[in-house]
């Protein structure tokens, strides 16, 4: 998708301007209106559409102006109007024209702020995402017709300073978008691998260890996961140093990339198995969170690890009961093999811990049980630290990816207890999401630390938020990404 700002008005394709609640115009409403004579209004009284926000209404090709279609779109409260809300606006338009015919779509954004007109670009882009590369027999007019955006703003060149940076947090949300929906024929974990080694062309640099490098760290949780797997279990290491200080603790980002989880021995059901490709929208938030960082050039050190395994069941796969030692030399009783994101988690994190980091975070679609808690409008968090915890539910409510704080606790930690090893991988049948919390706890000491459980967030069915695809959602690029911005970078 292309996207340009402009200082010039001029009509060719799409046409979309904003209205605000009780109708109220923006001037580039008051302007399409004038130019057709009132059939802008017309249309408008015809219809329920007031401005709220959420609401869209197209008028074809009125008499008077120079556009094949125009879109109104509502705006919402003009004083309550944020970054959000012009985010919203923007994906809004964009799915009511994306289809339409007209390749370029054009936001009269004249009047109003350059920060408003680089976030209705912004919000547009992530509309705009489709996942279609495997679809041969997509006819000619089910494909998306819009190619280019472009906003007219006042002052086209701070706008288009303003769109920098968000054009590269889009990147980064298409990129985990991009790695949730492959299927894992395609991204098993040495094909991920290679695609993290391939963000090196934006500065990261990037290691990848092997299964012979890892079982020389005596990384055996993880690697106990990738046993009945046909491909050599990874992990990569994605640095980027942007601080001025390259020795200032980093933040360290750490991500589950199971690339398929049919729960190994501990075999799932059949029905909806499919969407276990997905169980790697960890490792794929820290990898579309790194090329954001590295693509706007964020003054901060951030170190993204992600674990690549597959779980399958195998003669070579681990068993209920078996016991292993991860890292840092804990012994773990795996009495069931489909709570693998964990065995994976520990391991990594264990690695991370040893860039001494200020702040280690790890991203997970580790259970199904915080679905039950919260569905699929929240990711659930767990910390050990209440300002960590406060950084990251800020950084939700700006961002948009919105977090729930649920508790840990010693009586939540015995339930993990092994009578044969020093844990055991699930604990029982209640507080799934608490217990699997639990078990990383373990780890990861007085480091402050939280972990991000996005099983219900990581892909959805259906949306209502016109940024978001159905199915996967790239959620937690827009959160490290803001989290980066208030915390780190000053
Ligand atoms: N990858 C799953 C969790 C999951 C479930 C993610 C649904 C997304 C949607 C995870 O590895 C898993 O299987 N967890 C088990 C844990 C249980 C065995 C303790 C679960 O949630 O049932
Ligand atoms: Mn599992
Ligand atoms: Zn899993």
Redesign the pocket.
Known sequence: MKVEFSSSVKYEGAVAAPVFVDNRHSLGADALDKASAGAISRAQKGSRFTGKAGQAIEIKAPSGVDAQTVVLGGAGDRDAADALSWEAFGARVLKAVQMSGASVLEFDMRELDDAACARVAFGALLAAYRFDKYRTTLADDKKPSITSIRVICSDSAAAKKLFAPLNETAAGVVLARDLVSEPANVLHPEAFAKRAQDLEEFGLEVQILDEKDMKKLGMNALLSVGLGSNYGSKLAVMSWFGAKDRKEAPLVLVGKG?CF?T?GI?L?PGAGMW??K??MGGAAAVTGAMRALAGRKARANVIGIIGLVENMPDAAATRPGDIVTSADGQTIEVQ?T????RLVLVDALWYGLRYKPKQIIDFA?????I?IALGHENAGIFSNDDALAGALDAAGKSSGETVWRLPLGAGYDKLIDSKYADMKN??GRGA?SIT?AQFLRRYVGETPWAHVDI?GT?WKDSSDDPREPTWATGFGVRLMDRFVAEQCEG
């Open positions: 199971v989880d729960g501990s799932k969407d276990m997905g169980d069931n489909d709570a693998e994101g679609t580790l259970t199904g049980a679905i699930i604990g799934g699997a099983a990581a």
